[in-house]
T-cell receptor
Framework: EAGVAQSPRYKIIEKRQSVAFWCNPISGHATLYWYQQILGQGPKLLIQFQNNGVVDDSQLPKDRFSAERLKGVDSTLKIQPAKLEDSAMYLC?????????????FGPGTRLLVL | KNQVEQSPQSLIILEGKNCTLQCNYTVSPFSNLRWYKQDTGRGPVSLTIMTFSENTKSNGRYTATLDADTKQSSLHITASQLSDSASYICVVYGGSQGNLIFGKGTKLSVKP
């Protein structure tokens, strides 16, 4: 079974530039998550999709961050304009539910450095 | 407030030794608790998932325990290997809206 794919793996940009990350979840997984993980901390949920609908985007800084999952499969996360404090690992995860347990699988992440 | 606290923040052990990582949570209602291993620069990988009725679960040299009464979990690593060097993240699924609440992780370094 192929895992969650993310690209690019690394990105370096200057502040005020724009950047976009791409995620392809595991086939058949309806739920997709984007997380931001600052070095030394646990992941923080940015947005959760169920198919192509948004379930939770309460912690997404909507003035600069946007995400979409138009066809309910792959997803993009965009930052425009980037700030220094956006430097972090951006993790995508997808999940399926068996019985009452939801199992989440993470992609390798995209490491962003904003200079 | 739903929180997950992990201790210690970091740990250094010698190869071959055992260690135990702790996780305390205040998430209610509780659904399940997961332990993830995250290698540096990589995404987290699931080690165990335990529901309310399970108090121990093993995955190779990793054994997780759960005490739902005291809201504590531990991850015990037996006969550590250099490849165990990673961050170990405790995650609780629960809360009134069914959220995943992440701890900050314990950074484990195994030295030869």
């Amino acid at each position: 079974e192929a895992g969650v794919a993310q690209s690019p793996r690394y990105k370096i940009i200057e502040k005020r530039q724009s950047v976009a990350f791409w995620c392809n979840p595991i086939s058949g997984h309806a739920t997709l998550y984007w997380y931001q993980q600052i070095l030394g901390q646990g992941p923080k949920l940015l947005i959760q999709f169920q198919n192509n609908g948004v379930v939770d985007d309460s912690q997404l800084p909507k003035d600069r961050f946007s995400a979409e999952r138009l066809k309910g499969v792959d997803s993009t996360l965009k930052i425009q304009p980037a700030k220094l404090e956006d430097s972090a690992m951006y993790l995508c995860a997808s999940s399926h539910t068996s019985g009452r347990v939801e199992t989440q699988y993470f992609g390798p992440g995209t490491r962003l450095l904003v200079l | 407030k739903n929180q997950v606290e992990q201790s210690p923040q970091s740990l250094i052990i010698l190869e071959g030794k055992n260690c135990t990582l702790q996780c305390n949570y205040t998430v209610s209602p509780f659904s399940n608790l997961r332990w993830y291993k995250q290698d540096t620069g990589r995404g987290p990988v699931s080690l165990t998932i335990m529901t309310f009725s399970e108090n121990t679960k093993s995955n190779g040299r990793y054994t997780a325990t759960l005490d739902a009464d005291t809201k504590q979990s531990s991850l015990h690593i037996t006969a550590s290997q250099l490849s165990d060097s990673a961050s170990y993240i405790c995650v609780v699924y629960g809360g009134s809206q069914g959220n995943l609440i992440f701890g900050k992780g314990t950074k484990l370094s195994v030295k030869p």
